[in-house]
T-cell receptor, first 114, second 112 residues
């Protein structure tokens, strides 16, 4: 069966510091991968998605970036965090070529920028 | 373009009462529709999905949803609420380029 991992689970970082969040998927090959953010009391905002290694689509201009160095690894990064980057970050995967686009989510990372 | 509207950002029910969470969608193509649940500080979990088969879809934890094309709705119901149902619920519809279009969510509170 497929599993998805995210780490760290929680993170407190000062403004201006760098960020690296990691997401890995097990039990499937060549998945579509997604990064979402949830700000407090708000819905899901799609940040990036990837259909393959090195293929990243950005949905929202911001100081965040994403990379996919391996088939089942998706990394979210920032060179300098802003207060507005605080939130709950979720990674999700879906089957490539799947007929229904069902997405499966990881446990999330709670980021607090102070 | 596809869109999703969840009516009511907060819904409160008594334990044992009917749960009804509303979702209306807009789609230019036959849609796939989803309901997800999110417990505090956790990721989203798939409750159920409509994929153009039966219009009444049964999911986990006793939830079900009915696809009504004429009303462009996909409301989520559960006959009897349990305290453990308190969570955030999200409706989504398939969009372009393998993405999902999400509603803003409905927070369900269950009162004893």
């Amino acid at each position: 069966s497929q599993t998805i991992h995210q780490w760290p689970a929680t993170l407190v970082q000062p403004v201006g510091s760098p960020l690296s969040l990691e997401c890995t998927v097990e039990g499937t090959s060549n998945p579509n991968l997604y990064w979402y953010r949830q700000a407090a009391g708000r819905g899901l905002q799609l940040l990036f998605y990837s259909v393959g290694i090195g293929q990243i689509s950005s949905e929202v201009p911001q100081n965040l970036s994403a990379s996919r160095p391996q088939d089942r690894q998706f990394i979210l990064s920032s060179k300098k965090l802003l207060l507005s980057d605080s939130g709950f970050y979720l990674c999700a995967w879906a089957l490539t070529g799947g007929s229904t686009d069902t997405q499966y989510f990881g446990p999330g990372t709670r980021l607090t920028v102070l | 373009a596809q869109s999703v509207t969840q009516l009511g950002s907060h819904v409160s029910v008594s334990e044992g009462a009917l749960v009804l969470l509303r979702c209306n969608y807009s789609s230019s193509v036959p849609p796939y529709l989803f309901w997800y649940v999110q417990y505090p500080n956790q990721g989203l979990q798939l409750l159920l999905k409509y994929t153009s088969a039966a219009t009444l879809v049964k999911g986990i934890n006793g939830f079900e949803a009915e696809f009504k094309k004429s009303e462009t709705s996909f409301h989520l119901t559960k006959p009897s609420a349990h305290m453990s149902d308190a969570a955030e619920y999200f409706c989504a519809v398939t969009g372009n380029n393998r993405k999902l279009i999400w509603g803003l969510g409905t927070s369900l509170a269950v009162n004893p």
